[in-house]
């Protein structure tokens, strides 16, 4: 049975990936559904949802189509959110390999560095990196990656160290193999699948960090976020919620969908937590 076979096996995974699939459409599809720039001005102001067909969800304050703001925020999220869970396992991985198949002073040395970034909430690390450096996209992916990339390292360190003292790995040695092609070919393959289970979770965790980020004002004005949705909505949320409950809610669907996609991505990888699959 295929990976996405015993993925879409459970429940967890099916409604996870299902969730994916449509916000991905939505963030693809964005600008044929709403063709044009989301933040321009596009009609009356707080006009609320389902009294217009040309604006089914309503506009803001400015007049800003809210429907245009959620699709392309679908495209925002997902797209730094991805972005900086790969960023952060790439890093994680090489400082994790590099730790567990070195050991010695070099072990030491890269797990002081892991533990350095792990004693700072990694919301606050990036709240000052974005601070410091400057707003940008880049600059949001990069900070949320080095927050987030001390786990991966652990547990990569974990798996090889583990996997180092299995008797194939000794055979590779005894015939005389490199070892960065022991590395890379006996241990990295059998390492991976409990790292990758986790990068789920680092995609919701970055998502959620983008979209604070934004709240705070610190994300990238020129684009529509979902957390400068909320924001913008927080001044007239008795008279106009919809302004802050619509990106919430989608804000939540996201996060949700990545947590069951996380859940049946470690059954399928056969790292369920211990519970029976």
């Not at 070099?106 to 792990?118: P, S």
């Not at 987030?148 to 990569?156: E, G, I, N, V």
């Given at each position: 049975?295929?990976?996405?076979?015993?993925?879409?096996?459970?429940?967890?995974?099916?409604?996870?990936?299902?969730?994916?699939?449509?916000?991905?459409?939505?963030?693809?599809?964005?600008?044929?559904?709403?063709?044009?720039?989301?933040?321009?001005?596009?009609?009356?102001?707080?006009?609320?949802?389902?009294?217009?067909?040309?604006?089914?969800l309503g506009t803001d304050r400015l007049g800003r189509d809210v429907l245009a703001g959620l699709l392309y925020g679908a495209r925002t999220s997902l797209a730094v959110g991805l972005a900086a869970a790969f960023?952060?396992?790439?890093?994680?991985?090489?400082?994790?390999?590099?730790?567990?198949?070195?050991?010695?002073?070099?072990?030491?040395?890269l797990m002081r560095v892991v533990d350095a970034f792990q004693i700072v909430p990694g919301f606050l690390l990036a709240l000052a990196f974005v601070s410091t450096i400057g707003v940008s996209t880049p600059i949001?992916?990069?900070?949320?990656?080095?927050?987030?990339?001390?786990?991966?390292?652990?547990?990569?360190?974990?798996?090889?160290?583990?996997?180092?003292?299995?008797?194939?790995?000794?055979?590779?040695?005894?015939?005389?193999?490199?070892?960065?092609?022991?590395?890379?070919?006996?241990?990295?393959?059998?390492?991976?699948?409990?790292?990758?289970?986790?990068?789920?979770?680092?995609?919701?965790?970055?998502?959620?960090?983008?979209?604070?980020?934004?709240?705070?004002?610190?994300?990238?004005?020129?684009?529509?976020?979902?957390?400068?949705?909320?924001?913008?909505?927080?001044?007239?949320?008795?008279?106009?919620?919809?302004?802050?409950?619509?990106?919430?809610?989608?804000?939540?669907?996201?996060?949700?969908?990545?947590?069951?996609?996380?859940?049946?991505?470690?059954?399928?990888?056969?790292?369920?937590?211990?519970?029976?699959?």
């Amino acid at each position: 049975m295929s990976g996405l076979q015993r993925l879409l096996g459970t429940w967890e995974g099916m409604a996870g990936f299902a969730i994916l699939v449509i916000l991905l459409l939505f963030g693809l599809l964005a600008p044929i559904i709403s063709p044009g720039d989301p933040l321009r001005i596009a009609g009356r102001a707080l006009l609320a949802p389902f009294t217009d067909p040309a604006f089914p969800l309503g506009t803001d304050r400015l007049g800003r189509d809210v429907l245009a703001g959620l699709l392309y925020g679908a495209r925002t999220s997902l797209a730094v959110g991805l972005a900086a869970a790969f960023s952060a396992m790439v890093l994680g991985v090489c400082v994790g390999m590099a730790a567990g198949f070195s050991g010695g002073f070099v072990d030491e040395a890269l797990m002081r560095v892991v533990d350095a970034f792990q004693i700072v909430p990694g919301f606050l690390l990036a709240l000052a990196f974005v601070s410091t450096i400057g707003v940008s996209t880049p600059i949001v992916v990069l900070a949320i990656a080095l927050g987030a990339w001390a786990d991966p390292a652990r547990l990569t360190r974990a798996q090889v160290l583990a996997i180092r003292e299995q008797d194939y790995v000794a055979s590779a040695r005894v015939i005389g193999m490199h070892p960065a092609e022991i590395a890379f070919r006996e241990i990295l393959p059998n390492a991976l699948p409990p790292v990758l289970a986790l990068s789920a979770t680092i995609v919701a965790g970055a998502i959620l960090t983008e979209a604070a980020l934004s709240f705070l004002g610190l994300g990238n004005p020129n684009i529509a976020t979902w957390g400068s949705m909320i924001a913008e909505g927080r001044s007239v949320l008795r008279s106009a919620a919809y302004l802050s409950v619509l990106p919430g809610a989608a804000l939540a669907v996201t996060v949700l969908g990545v947590h069951l996609f996380s859940e049946g991505l470690g059954r399928a990888l056969g790292d369920d937590g211990g519970r029976a699959a």
